[in-house]
């Protein structure tokens, strides 16, 4: 037990370096000649510590490259490798420049702890240092009429090759970068540095320009997109009321509006609203006549209903005071009297 608890105690310190820390990116490619950032981020605990970059797996053969603590790391001339570290971010850069293919590896950002009971907290990445070609965004737009820079970027290897820049599809269009490198025409314009880039830019972007381009040196070769939009109408439309087929200019002019034609207008409208009050008027009048027609009805009926019942009652009291008369006992004839 006590052993275990030796181990526990003794792990302790390394805890923070293998749960958190520090964090970068875990694999980076780069083409050989160019310069590559490699950011650092740390925890605000750390925002104080010295930070460094080594070469190697572990940290105890780590071969130490750049430190913040070393002012030609910090400040460097001609140095290849250097580190900035920003403490309001969190983050310190690495930057190495002019990079080989033997600089391919295993690479690490660390926070000094200090301490033989502090390990220092780290992050690792793989570099790959490759040959070839690359663009620096295989996918460009622009507006119709804009202009857009396409960067090709190559290896060291590939400084004195000839370049060319070419439309897929068609190598009848490809554009040979002369001797001074660069070329220019009315439509693009293209310059080669000699150290690991040549731009191609188009000067005034038009619709048929859409497609697919790639730019050579030597043997190799990377594909960029390019896309133009419609440029964007800044024109009001204009609605009109003309019909199907017929054409806005076709159109008669408007008829300016006189002071006759205004009179006329008004007349008008006061016509239409003494036709509209004599209709509504008549039918008021229509619907009180039909009104006391059907009460006159009612009465007319009201009355002959009373005259009949009158007759009723008189016949049905004659009945009461007459007398019935049976002159032969066999004989089914009567009198009433």
Not at 113 to 118: M, P
Not at 163 to 172: E, H, I, L, P, T
Request: glycine share 6%; proline share 4%.
């Amino acid at each position: 037990m006590p052993q275990v608890c030796i181990l526990v105690l003794s792990l302790m310190p390394w805890i923070p370096a293998l749960l958190c820390g520090v964090t970068t990116v875990k694999e980076l490619s780069v083409l050989e000649g160019q310069t590559l950032a490699i950011p650092c981020h740390y925890e605000p605990q750390y925002a104080s510590y010295v930070k460094y970059w080594c070469r190697g797996r572990m940290r105890e053969f780590c071969s130490s490259l750049a430190r913040t603590d070393d002012t030609d790391s910090v400040n460097p001339s001609d140095g290849k490798v250097s580190i900035f570290d920003d403490q309001v971010q969190l983050v310190f850069t690495v930057t190495m420049k002019g990079l080989k293919e033997d600089d391919s590896g295993w690479y690490m950002c660390g926070v000094e702890r200090g301490g033989v009971w502090s390990a220092d907290v780290a992050a690792f990445t793989n570099i790959k240092v490759i040959h070839g070609m690359s663009a620096a965004n295989r996918r460009l737009s622009g507006e119709e009429g804009s202009s857009v820079t396409v960067q090709c970027l190559y290896s060291e290897r590939y400084r004195e090759s000839e370049k060319r820049w070419c439309r897929s599809g068609d190598w009848s269009s490809c554009v040979l970068i002369g001797s001074g490198g660069s070329y220019v025409d009315t439509s693009v314009a293209i310059n080669d540095d000699r150290i690991g880039t040549f731009t191609v830019t188009f000067k005034k972007l038009r619709m048929r320009d859409t497609g697919w381009y790639f730019c050579t040196s030597g043997q190799q070769q990377t594909s960029v997109q390019v896309l133009v939009t419609a440029r964007a109408s800044t024109t009001v439309p204009v609605m009109s009321n003309a019909a199907p087929g017929q054409s806005v200019a076709s159109l008669p002019p408007p008829k300016p509006i006189t002071k006759d034609s205004s009179k006329f207008l008004t007349l008008e409208s006061l016509m239409l609203c003494g036709t509209f009050m004599v209709l509504v008027g008549l039918a008021i009048f229509a619907r009180k006549m039909w009104k006391m027609h059907k009460k006159k009805a009612e009465q007319r009926h009201a009355a002959a209903m009373k005259a009949r019942l009158t007759e009723s009652s008189g016949e049905a009291s004659d009945l009461q005071n007459a007398t019935v008369v049976f002159l032969n006992s066999n004989s089914p004839k009567a009198y009433v009297y």
